[in-house]
């Protein structure tokens, strides 16, 4: 089975510029998580959705940060414009359903993005 | 508010050597699930163990197995006879049952087992 899949999976922007990350999920899963992980900490959630609708996009800084699931199935996280704090690697995980014990999250190898 | 604190930033061992992270948590709900992941160089996540609030017991899977203790709200993880090949960041998360599912991790614990 075909893990979830990120491209591109290195990015160096200079600030101010804009950029595009896209997630392909595990097939089947309905569930769709953006997270970002500064370097030496824990991911952070950005974004969940469940289908193509948004289920929790509490920390997502969305004067800069936009993601869409149009069809269900991919995803795009779009940062504009960037800054330097946002020099991060950005991870997608999918799970099969929202909640219970079929909530596993896979993760994808992420996308590591440099803002200079 | 939910919480996962690891204290250890890293943790430098020789091969063969035991090891044990930690992992502490805070939440308000009485149902949640634990979970540890390993992130090797390559940046992958991989899942490595899942323990839900109810189940107390300890598990063991080879050479890894996980301890955990609601008195304390503490879920251990140790290595025995750890090899280089487990030089991994390793992060503890946390997921209630009352929101949407997603995970609060904590700020993980560099671990590298010298030869």
């Known amino acids: 089975e075909a893990g979830v899949a990120q491209s591109p999976r290195y990015k160096i922007i200079e600030k101010r510029q804009s950029v595009a990350f896209w997630c392909n999920p595990i097939?089947?899963?309905?569930?769709l998580y953006w997270y970002q992980q500064i370097l030496g900490q824990g991911p952070k959630l950005l974004i969940q959705?469940?289908?193509?609708?948004?289920?929790?996009d509490s920390q997502l800084p969305k004067d800069r940060f936009s993601a869409e699931r149009l069809k269900g199935v991919d995803s795009t996280l779009k940062i504009q414009p960037a800054k330097l704090e946002d020099s991060a690697v950005y991870l997608c995980?999918?799970?099969?359903?929202?909640?219970?014990?079929?909530?596993?999250?896979?993760f994808g190898p992420g996308t590591r993005l440099t803002v200079l | 508010a939910q919480k996962v604190t690891q204290a250890q930033t890293e943790i430098s061992v020789v091969e063969k050597e035991d090891v044990t992270l930690d992992c502490v948590y805070e939440?308000?709900?009485?149902?949640?699930?634990l979970f540890w992941y390993k992130q090797p160089p390559s940046g992958e996540l991989v899942f490595l163990i899942r323990?839900?609030?109810?189940?107390?017991q300890n598990e063991i899977s080879g050479r890894y197995s996980w301890n955990f203790q609601k008195s304390t709200s503490s879920f251990n993880f140790t290595i025995t006879a750890s090899q280089v090949v487990d030089s991994a960041v390793y992060f503890c998360?946390?997921?209630?049952?009352?929101?949407?599912?997603?995970?609060?991790f904590g700020q993980g614990t560099t671990l590298q087992v010298k030869p």
């Open positions: 939440t308000r709900d009485t149902t949640y699930y």
């Open positions: 959705f469940q289908n193509n609708g948004v289920v929790d």
């Open positions: 097939s089947g899963h309905a569930t």
């Open positions: 995980a999918s799970s099969l359903a929202l909640a219970g014990a079929y909530n596993e999250q896979f």
């Open positions: 998360a946390l997921r209630s049952t009352s929101n949407t599912g997603k995970l609060i």
């Open positions: 323990r839900n609030s109810f189940d107390e």
